[in-house]
Each structure stands twice: as C-alpha cells, then as structure tokens.
C-alpha cells in the first residue's frame, strides 16, 4: 500500500511562491503516477498537475505557466512549484494516484492561503 504525506503549504501574498512536497512510501509502483490536486471551499476536489508517461508537465488550465511539478526519484518525492499565486489558488493541496483511480484513502492535505 502507498501513503502520501504533503507539507509546505502556508500563507502568501498575491504574486508570492511556495514549493509544496508529497513524499510517498509503500509499494509505488511509479513516481511518474503521481500527481497534485486541489480542494477550495465549496468546490469539488481537481486535478491540477501530474506527468505525462515521458515525465513532462501536465496542468489544469488554471494554473498553466504558473506552476511546475516535479520529482526526486532516489527520495520518492513529489514536489509542486507555486508561482505567481492568486487568491483563487487557495485550496487544501492533496498529492495520489493521477493516471488512474487514486487511492481511496487521502491524506489530510496541506493549506494554501493566498491573501493580502
């Protein structure tokens, strides 16, 4: 079984960065399958950025040029660069499975607060 952890996640102003991690134990059976969600209050949970199977970047429109996802392999870590932050990126950040059915059980996340 995968366990996901994710960490980084704080306050920042508008046009601020952050780097978020999602370091993964257990049986992985791909780094590259791993990717980055998001939940904003009253909103449902969405994908925002994981690999293709050559290991770019894929992103959800919203965040396309902003941010940058990538990995250490040797450390099965995850990480997700946050540029140019909008208020509209505040959300709790979740990192699990991307190419297919994530894992039924998420891990409690990591807050992004995007405010003046």
Not at 40 to 68: H, M, W
Not at 81 to 96: F, G, H, I, R, W
Not at 97 to 107: E, I, Q, S, Y
Request: proline share 3%; hydrophobic share 30%; aromatic share 12%.
């Amino acid at each position: 079984q995968v366990q996901f952890v994710e960490s980084g996640g704080g306050l920042v102003q508008p046009g601020g960065s952050l780097r978020l991690s999602c370091a993964a134990s257990g049986s992985i059976f791909s780094i590259y399958a791993t990717g980055w969600y998001r939940q904003a209050p009253g909103k449902q949970r969405e994908l925002v950025a994981s690999f293709t199977r050559r290991g770019n970047g894929n992103y959800a429109d919203s965040v396309k040029g902003r941010f940058i996802i990538s990995r250490d392999d040797a450390k099965n870590t995850v990480y997700l660069q946050m540029n140019s932050l909008k208020p509209e990126d505040t959300a709790v950040y979740y990192c699990n499975g991307a190419w297919g059915t994530p894992l039924g059980d998420w891990g409690q996340g990591t807050q992004v607060t995007v405010s003046s």
